[in-house]
């Protein structure tokens, strides 16, 4: 399974963005597909994931204001981010998981894609 993101840019604190995450790959329905991100001079940490049947979680941080989805016949994964905050500012990356559910830990990634940079401005 390949992954890239894409959508990341420059926005005003408020503003909402949508990432996308492109995967390859049959199986990749088969995957818990997620969302990290690692801000400057701080570890990745886990933002929000959705399995195979569409649950979904998310890191406390962002609960109500971003929004996790999946289209399987696209192999996409979507993340709807509004209400940004200076705070949301990172580097932000699409993972998947073959055998982790939840909230992922970064040892259960199988896979990552490349980053897309987000920032927000105050």
């Known amino acids: 399974v390949q992954l890239q993101a894409s959508g990341g840019g420059l926005v005003q604190a408020g503003d909402s963005l949508r990432l996308s995450c492109a995967a390859s790959?049959?199986?990749?329905?088969?995957?818990?597909v997620g969302w990290f991100r690692q801000a400057p001079g701080k570890e990745r940490e886990f933002v929000t994931s959705?399995?195979?049947?569409?649950?979904?979680w998310y890191a406390d941080s962002v609960k109500g204001r971003f929004t996790i989805s999946r289209d399987n016949a696209r192999n996409s994964v979507y993340l709807q981010m509004n209400s940004l905050e200076p705070e949301d500012t990172a580097v932000y990356y699409c993972?998947?998981?073959?055998?982790?559910?939840?909230?992922?830990?970064?040892?259960?990634?199988?896979?990552w894609g490349k980053g897309t940079l987000v920032t927000v401005s105050s």
């Open positions: 959705i399995n195979r049947p569409g649950d979904t």
């Open positions: 790959g049959r199986t990749f329905s088969t995957y818990t």
């Open positions: 993972a998947a998981s073959r055998h982790y559910l939840g909230i992922l830990p970064l040892e259960g990634i199988d896979y």
